[in-house]
C-alpha cells in the first residue's frame, strides 16, 4: 500500500532554533518528493520539489534533502510564523498517472516567541 | 487574484442530501483534483481529471462525483450524505512542468459538516 510517514507529528521550538522533521515513504512507483505547508483555515502551499535521491534544495530558511525513501526538511532560525503543519506529499504513479500525490498526516510546528 | 476557489466556504446539511461544491481555476492548469481532510488532518486524494481521463481513488463511494463543464472547472457532487462524510474538501490544480513534477496549487477549502 502506498503510504508516507512523518517524524515527529508535533514540534515546538523556540524562536530562533533550527526546526527538524522528516518523512518516510513507501510507494509502488517514484517520480517526486513534495513539501507542502498548511496554515490553520487554508489550503497547502507547495514549498519545493525533489526528484532523485541525493538531491538537495534550499529556498530562503528552508533546507531539504531527499534520500533513498525519505526526505528531511530543515528550517533555520524559526519565527512565529513559520508556525503551521508541513507536509511531504510523493507523487508514485497512483491510478496510473503522474501527479496523483499521497501524503503524510504532516508535522504541525508551533513555534514558541 | 485567486488561483483556485471554491464554493461555498461552509457547507452544513443533513444526512441523506445531495449537495454540490464548486471549483474554478484561473492558471490555465490542465489537471485538476478534489482531496478529502479529515478531522485528524489526513490528506487524501479522490479523484484527478484533465481532459482526458479521470483517475478514481478506489475507496471513494460512488455517491461522489467530479463534473467537468470545462477546463477551468471541476465540481464535486455528492448524493445521499452521511455522517462520516463530514470533512473539509479541498480542489487544486496543477499543469505537467518539465520532469513531470505537477507542483499543485490548492484552494481554500470547503468544511462540509453533516449533521
Known sequence: ?113 | DTAVSQTPKYLVTQMGNDKSIKCEQNLGHDTMYWYKQDSKKFLKIMFSYNNKELIINETVPNRFSPKSPDKAHLNLHINSLELGDSAVYFCASSQALAGGYHEQYFGPGTRLTVT
Not at chain 1, 529556498?59 to 525519505?70: H, I, S, V, Y
Not at chain 1, 530543515?74 to 496510473?96: H, K, L, N, R
Request: with cysteine; hydrophobic share 30%; net charge positive.
Open chain 1, 1 to 113: 500500500e502506498n503510504q508516507v510517514e512523518h517524524s515527529p507529528h508535533f514540534l515546538g521550538p523556540q524562536q530562533g532554533d533550527v526546526a527538524s522533521m522528516s518523512c518516510t515513504y513507501s510507494v509502488s512507483r517514484f517520480n517526486n518528493l513534495q513539501w507542502y505547508r498548511q496554515n490553520t483555515g487554508m489550503g497547502p502551499k507547495h514549498l519545493l520539489s525533489m526528484y532523485s535521491a541525493g538531491y538537495e534544495k534550499q529556498k530562503g530558511r528552508l533546507n531539504a534533502t531527499l534520500l533513498k525513501n525519505g526526505s528531511s526538511l530543515y528550517i533555520t532560525a524559526v519565527q512565529p510564523e513559520d508556525s503551521a503543519t508541513y507536509f511531504c506529499a510523493v507523487d508514485g504513479d497512483y491510478g496510473g498517472s503522474q501527479g496523483n500525490l499521497i501524503f503524510g498526516k504532516g508535522t504541525k510546528l508551533s513555534v514558541k516567541p
